[in-house]
């Protein structure tokens, strides 16, 4: 049986992802996340993206972990 992938947001940073997942480009390649944890970016400011590096913290990134409300 597979793990069941969460995608978990974090206040003020990354994307969790844990479970079975695969990471592709938008061309189909595969990206090797090298584990079964992965953070993802959502701040655009990571020098390794589409992983997280932590620089939403030097860089003042908002956001919670809510989804944003409809306008």
């Known amino acids: 049986m597979r793990d069941p992938v969460t995608v978990t947001t974090c206040a ?6 844990r479970g079975d997942f695969e990471l592709i480009t938008q061309d189909g390649e595969p990206i090797d996340a090298g584990r079964a944890t992965v953070a993802l970016c959502r701040c655009g400011l ?7 590096d932590g620089s939403h ?9 809510e989804p944003d409300p409809p306008p």
Request: aromatic fraction near 10%; hydrophobic fraction near 35%.
């Open 12 to 17: 003020d940073g990354p994307l969790l992802i």
């Open 46 to 52: 990571s020098s390794v993206k589409p992983f997280c």
């Open 57 to 65: 913290k030097a860089g003042g990134f908002r956001a919670t972990s």
